[in-house]
């Protein structure tokens, strides 16, 4: 059973330029979870999704960042115009229906130059 | 919203001595706290998780402690060994439209030397 899958592992994007993070879940698992680790900190919610909804996106900014987890295919996160800011590490986790426990999975390193 | 709070940000033990983490939080819907451990360049790894029904888990070397009342567990390690090595994060999570949102900790980074 594969676990958490990200892809890409590393992205360099110029400023102005979008990103597409995507995950997909554990086989099994139907709730998707995006946190962003910026450097040595801790990793702060962004989105819940199920397939085809947003649960809730209070952790998301408001401007130039969205999401989906279309009925087929991972889950992407877009993020539009990078900025220096954006730079970070993007995870994703996801569980099963009515199960707590989140599994990660490898992380997407972010750099905009 | 919910704020979790973790303390030492930095931790050093000898090897096999122990050592204890402690996480505040201040949502009083929180009913699920788990731990996970981060090495350098990797995933976060849930090692041990507590309910709310529960006041101690414990899995080998790892116990967790959960005092509801005054809103704070802890993770336990004994007789610690350098791979424990790592940064470990506390997490609480009150249930959220049938998923759980999880607010982390800054994390604790721990060494363990020889």
């Known amino acids: 059973n594969a676990g958490v899958m990200q892809n890409p592992r590393h992205l360099v994007r110029r400023r102005g330029q979008e990103a597409r993070l995507r995950c997909s879940p554990m086989k099994g698992h139907s709730h998707v979870y995006w946190y962003r680790q910026l450097p040595e900190e801790g990793l702060k919610f962004m989105v819940y999704?199920?397939?085809?909804?947003?649960?809730?996106e209070s952790g998301m900014p408001k401007e130039r960042f969205s999401a989906e987890f279309p009925k087929e295919g991972p889950s992407i996160l877009r993020i539009q115009q990078v900025v220096r800011g954006d730079s970070a590490a993007y995870f994703c986790?996801?569980?099963?229906?009515?199960?707590?426990?989140?599994?990660f999975g490898p992380g997407t390193r972010l750099t905009v130059t | 919203g919910e704020n979790v709070e973790q303390h030492p940000s930095t931790l050093s033990v000898q090897e096999g001595d122990s050592a204890v983490i402690k996480c505040t939080y201040s949502?009083?819907?929180?009913?699920?706290f788990p731990w996970y451990k981060q090495e350098l360049g990797k995933r976060p790894q849930l090692i041990i998780d507590i309910r709310s029904n529960v006041g101690e888990k414990k899995d080998q070397r790892i116990a967790v402690t959960l005092n509801k009342t005054a809103k704070h567990f802890s993770l336990h390690i004994t007789e610690t060994q350098p791979e424990d090595s790592a940064v470990y994060f506390c997490a609480a999570s009150p249930r959220l439209n049938s998923g759980y949102a999880l607010n982390f900790g800054k994390g604790t980074s721990l060494l363990v030397t020889p």
């Open positions: 999704l199920q397939k085809e909804n947003i649960i809730d």
């Open positions: 949502d009083s819907a929180s009913n699920y």
């Open positions: 986790a996801s569980s099963r229906t009515g199960e707590h426990e989140q599994y």
